[in-house]
């Protein structure tokens, strides 16, 4: 047993004893799907926090021949599966911590300037392989690659390598291309090639970028990838599941609905909702939600990337804390952190960092919740957004006069937010309209939930503020203009029964029309009550 040779299964049995483990084991369901196939190689990309480490110690604990994990297994879901004691401990595992090796490197170059990081990361494993087959493994080796290949070659054994953090190198020290080709040598003999081919039986990476490109292709492009944008089999293993979460609130009596409300909003076509397991661990040990966020990642980084000078960046980052779901083009993104073409490739990046979540059949974008949300927040607040945050502070004001039917208040505030906030707030027509309104009422969002063009059967209610159980404020329909009149937009709403969506509501509706006039640049707004 060894620190890369072979590990032992001590850090997923800390894992399993924790009080909140939640059971992924059924992901070695996959990987096993994977071993004697065609590209047993699979890539899994997600923001931190999400399970990364604990899935990769996890499959180190079941392959590797360092350790005897059969009982660590028993109960968990994968002991059921008939193909379990297969493949249990019965392979060498070469496990590497890129960020650990990382920085031991970094410690170890002040002694000795002539040491490069890629040749310090081979090295400390080729030493464990000496000392296991000191028959075939030579003092002058230096090449991880080659060394894997002599032994298969000699002893006809092969190896599963797992990576953690394996795009470390290319956030870390990412103007550094020298280092970075060097890397990506490096994985290319590892995972390329016919010689690789015969001593890999299985690999299983994991970071946070998928996997870098040059021009069209990847730079490994015979790994199976599974990312933020597209997880595929992936998914029920990146986060949370919502029943996952539903059973943790049951059994640590904390209210779902507040914890939806704080964490929710990550969403994958083929299984439904996903939350951060760092946040919702986090809130159930603290018994109190908040923004566990910003332990993780820090708003500087997130400040760095929306601050970048990109036609429409900024435009969308409104329109996203306007509650608005926004059409991306995630293709163009080469898988880095240094070369962005547009603000699309920015967006993307932040999609694979966490900040943003994406849907990948409407293939729009949105910020998933209210932990995150505030974390743009922050970020913009210190980087000179001063017109956007003036509106998301009078927002409380905004929504006060609007439940006091204060039709003058209301259409006064508005048109504050328009005029001190041109630069970033740009009106064109009623979809504009409709991302300068869900900023203004961005107090809102904790006592509502917002639906955009909700369908009500003669047409499509421009907003609806449904109250959340928890309030007792009136439902809000809202219908915006763009130079006709805020009476048209409240006879709108009767003569096309938009109400007619919300016959199960019990509660009070109030009816706002929002006229904005081109010419004056002036806004109008009518507030009606409404009975059921």
């Known amino acids: 047993m060894g620190i890369y040779l072979n590990p032992g299964n001590e850090q997923f049995v800390v894992s399993v004893n924790s009080e909140l483990y939640v059971d992924k084991t059924e992901l070695i369901k996959y990987t096993n799907s994977r071993i004697g ?14 399970g990364k480490t604990m899935a990769v110690t996890m499959l180190a604990a079941y392959y590797s021949k360092g350790c005897h994990s059969e009982k ?46 890629v040749s310090y990361i081979q090295e400390q494993v080729i030493a464990e392989l000496r000392e296991e ?9 230096i090449s991880l690659p080659s060394v894997l290949a002599k032994i298969n070659v000699m002893t006809k054994e092969q190896f599963i390598i797992i ?76 986060g949370f599941t919502e029943t996952e979460v539903r059973t943790i609130c049951k059994g640590h009596d904390m209210p779902f609905k507040e914890m939806q409300r704080w964490y929710d909003g990550y969403y994958f076509e083929k299984i439904g909702h996903i939350y951060s397991p760092n946040s919702v661990i986090e809130a159930v040990d603290s018994r109190e939600f908040g923004n566990y966020w910003s332990g993780t990642e820090t708003y500087e980084s997130l400040m760095t990337y929306i601050a ?20 991306i083009d995630v293709e163009s993104f080469q898988n880095d952190i240094t070369s962005f073409k547009s603000a699309d490739d920015v967006i993307t990046l932040l999609i694979h960092m966490g900040y943003l979540a994406y849907d990948s059949k409407t293939k729009k974008v949105f910020i998933p919740n209210d932990e995150v949300r505030s974390v743009f927040l922050r970020a913009i607040r210190n980087d000179g957004w001063e017109e956007v945050i003036k509106a998301v502070d009078a927002s409380e004001a905004l929504l006060k006069a609007t439940l006091e039917m204060n039709e003058k208040a209301v259409a006064q505030m508005i048109q504050e937010v328009h005029m001190k906030s041109s630069s ?13 309104i869900a900023l203004a009422y961005y107090s809102a969002c904790r006592d509502y939930t917002l639906v955009r063009e909700l369908p009500t059967g003669n047409g499509f209610a421009d907003m609806v503020f449904l109250p959340k159980r928890t309030s007792l404020n009136p439902a809000l329909v809202v219908e915006l203009k763009w130079d006709k009149t805020a009476e048209g937009a409240i006879s709108q709403i009767k003569s096309k029964g938009y109400v007619s969506v919300l016959k199960e509501y019990k509660g009070n509706i109030l009816l ?3 006229n904005y006039e081109k010419k004056s640049r002036k806004h109008q707004c009518r507030i009606e009550k409404f009975e059921m």
């Open 72 to 117: 660590l297994f028993e109960g968990l879901q994968i002991s059921q599966n008939e193909f379990f004691k297969v493949h249990l401990n019965k392979y060498n595992v070469i496990f590497l911590d890129i960020q650990w090796m990382y920085g031991n490197a970094l410690e170890e170059m002040k002694r000795d300037s002539t040491l490069k990081v």
């Open 512 to 514: 706002v029309g929002i």
């Open 37 to 50: 196939k065609d590209r047993p190689l699979i890539c899994s990309s997600r923001p931190r926090r999400f």
């Open 133 to 141: 087959y000191a028959e075939y493994v030579r003092d002058d080796d």
């Open 424 to 436: 970033s707030l740009i009106y064109n027509n009623e979809i504009s309209l409709s991302s300068v």
């Open 163 to 238: 990576i953690d953090e394996w795009d470390c190198l290319f956030r870390e020290d990412k103007n550094n291309e020298n280092l970075q080709k060097e890397y990506i040598n490096l994985l290319r003999g590892l995972f390329k090639g016919t010689p690789s081919g015969a001593f890999l039986k299985l690999a299983y990476i994991t970071g946070i970028l998928p996997i870098k490109k040059y021009g069209t292709q990847s730079a490994l492009n015979n790994f199976r990838e599974h990312t933020m944008v597209s997880p595929r089999q992936m998914a029920e293993y990146v």
């Open 308 to 327: 970048m000078d990109f036609d429409g960046l900024r435009q969308l980052i409104v329109n996203m804390l306007g509650n608005q779901r926004c059409s």
